[in-house]
């Protein structure tokens, strides 16, 4: 328990803080009431993705028919991974927030895109054994010298109190750019690019996995990340990203 001198200590020491940094929205930089929360624009800004959305892929649907339904689209060609969830729309605001955090330093961000994938992957959490984000190849994470999808998960595992293990998916293959691929490339792409090294399988045994990434396009990374931990010993993997894309049917 913190005791009351250095509580209030704490809360003096913030209101002053704020005075010299005053806290800005982490989408636009406009000032905010709060450090590391959206401006009333950019929050409404956000497409955030609530049900009804298919059970499996986590898409929306226009109409709520009133019971739980899985897409066409996942009945057609079924997903490897279990279920996958996601906070918004790759839209305008969560496109901009994403490549900040990915591509400009920004790890302050990771706090509150992992506060509300927390809360967006609630259900997929409170079931998961164990966490795992979906890595990085080692040349990649040595120039970006971070993997955001790390630092998502921990935060994502640290609201929900459960064990967050990095070392259980390794990348293996330096795969080329997906952006502009289709799906089959991009499948093609990814083939062979995931493994559970021999000595994780033992903790990866029976275990349901929560697998954490920032964006989710057309399933194809989480689909092959997916198959290498059950190929590895893992008895289901669900999917949470911050924004996937949504494709207009």
């Known amino acids: 328990m913190v005791p009351a001198g250095l509580s209030v200590l704490s809360r ?6 704020s005075l010299v940094y005053p806290p800005t929205c982490i989408g636009c930089g406009a000032a905010t009431g709060e450090p590391h929360t959206l401006c009333g624009r950019c929050w409404a800004g956000i497409r955030f ?18 019971m739980p339904l899985v897409s066409p689209a996942a009945i057609a060609d079924p997903p490897v991974f279990a279920r996958a969830r996601a906070v918004a729309r790759y839209d305008a605001v969560a496109a901009k927030l994403v490549h900040r955090l990915k591509y400009s330093d920004r790890l302050d961000l990771a706090r509150a895109l992992g506060a509300m994938m927390a809360r967006s992957g609630a259900e997929l959490a409170g079931e998961a054994d164990v966490i795992v984000p979906v890595p990085l190849h080692r040349l990649r994470l040595w120039r970006r010298r971070f993997n955001q999808s790390m630092e998502l998960a921990r935060i994502v595992a640290a609201r929900h109190g459960k064990p967050c293990d990095p070392t259980l998916l390794l990348r293996v293959k330096r795969t080329a750019p997906q952006v502009g691929l289709t799906r089959n490339q991009r499948a093609e792409n990814l083939q062979g690019a995931f493994r559970v090294p021999p000595g994780a399988r033992p903790h990866l045994a029976g275990k349901r996995v929560l697998l954490v990434d920032d964006v989710l396009t057309t399933g194809a990374t989480a689909n092959a990340a997916a198959r290498a931990l059950i190929r590895g010993g893992a008895t289901a993997v669900d999917v949470l990203a911050f924004a996937r894309v949504v494709v207009a049917s």
């Open 12 to 17: 003096v020491g913030r209101a002053a803080l």
């Open 49 to 66: 993705i609530e049900r009804p959305f298919c059970e499996r892929l986590g898409t929306p649907f226009a109409v709520d028919l009133g």
